[in-house]
């Protein structure tokens, strides 16, 4: 018992609380498995990955201040000119950020700029991206708080 308390206050110290809270399940499966330890190496650090993406997933949800959840797949498209959903699929993949480029949604409310531009952002949290969602956001708004404002 005194080495499995010396390996939690290791994982303290690393920091590594995705392994620590799952220390015990993986022991007991590896003892049951008869998993290597080369395996097993990789299954705690297969869960430290894990645990650190899902939460830079969370956090990065806060962080990004959606009013509310809008995925892709609600989405209608049938009352939408403009872009259809093949287009807006091939968006998902979020080149569009990695190549500076802007994605502007105009139209009269009610057709769903709203849903697209949180769909579009959601997906953009989810690879890893640092989003902040506001709405009817005035262009000069979001580049004076962007620190850029010089460069209008």
């Not at 995925?71 to 049938?78: Q, Y």
Request: with cysteine; net charge neutral; charged share 25%.
């Amino acid at each position: 018992m005194k080495a499995y308390e010396e390996t939690l206050g290791f994982l303290s110290t690393l920091n590594l609380k995705g392994i620590a809270g799952s220390l015990d399940e993986m022991i007991h499966d590896a003892e049951i498995s008869k998993t290597s330890y080369i395996t097993f190496l990789n299954t705690l650090f297969a869960t430290e990955i894990s645990y650190r993406v899902k939460r830079r997933v969370e956090r990065n949800m806060v962080g990004a201040h959606f009013p509310i959840i809008k995925r892709m797949s609600d989405f209608e498209f049938g009352r939408l000119k403009g872009i259809g959903k093949s287009e807006a699929v091939n968006l998902l993949d979020c080149s569009w950020i990695d190549n500076k480029e802007n994605l502007l949604f105009f139209g009269p409310p009610g057709i769903g700029k709203t849903h697209l531009a949180i769909a579009f952002g959601l997906a953009a949290v989810e690879k890893g991206y640092n989003v902040c969602f506001q709405e009817n956001c005035q262009p000069h708004k979001a580049f004076e708080n962007s620190g850029d404002s010089e460069k209008i």
